[in-house]
């Protein structure tokens, strides 16, 4: 049984307060607003090219986590949603693929490890043991926030793309998906 992961506070170093939560189907709006308020080379980033408007379909695409196979966690601060991060089970089902994206006003604050470090806490409860992040070569918050976070990293370069995979302990008395 999957434990229900609970929103959490979490204070930034600069004493920042961040609540942390699992994304829901009502977060579309406040999805797309996060979007806009994105520089072009943060958006640029995340989605590997120029994406300057995240469509209502894809809003609600991304907020329709299923909790076993799709999951995603918000940072909320001041009422707006200030950072995401998404995993997604890929094949080997016990491998996911992870995707992080902060407000530019968060990045470099230590948000990035928070959420890393939930997002792998539920990825073991759901019985991933391993994370593969794809990172644009210039990237460097990205390409160091694994690996800031604690966590064993190998690094291959797939068509131009780097590619982080990094394990995970499985949280005991995790039941493995059944396919």
């Not at 609540?19 to 406040?30: C, K, L, Q, T």
């Not at 407000?103 to 230590?110: E, I, K, L, N």
């Not at 604690?150 to 370069?157: D, E, I, K, N, Y």
Request: with cysteine; charged share 20%; glycine share 8%.
């Amino acid at each position: 049984m999957l434990e229900v992961v609970e929103m959490a506070n979490t204070v930034l170093g600069d004493g920042t307060m961040v609540r942390i939560r699992p994304i829901e189907s009502g977060d579309v709006v406040a999805l797309v607003e996060f979007h806009e308020g994105l520089s072009f080379g943060t958006v640029y980033r995340r989605f590997f090219g120029v994406h300057p408007h995240l469509g209502t379909h894809e809003a609600e695409h991304f907020c329709a986590a299923d909790n076993v196979d799709r999951f995603a966690l918000i940072a909320v601060a001041d009422d707006a949603v200030v950072g995401v991060a998404r995993m997604e089970r890929v094949d080997p089902a016990t491998t996911a693929e992870v995707a992080f994206v902060l407000a530019d006003r968060f990045q470099h604050r230590g948000l990035g490890r928070v959420l890393a470090l939930r997002l792998a806490a539920a990825a073991s409860e759901r019985g991933i043991t391993e994370l593969v992040a794809d990172i644009l070569p210039d990237n460097l918050p990205m390409l160091r926030l694994l690996p800031d976070a604690g966590f064993a990293v190998t690094v291959s370069l797939i068509g131009g793309i780097v590619r982080q995979a990094c394990p995970i302990p499985i949280q005991s008395g995790t039941a493995l998906p059944t396919q």
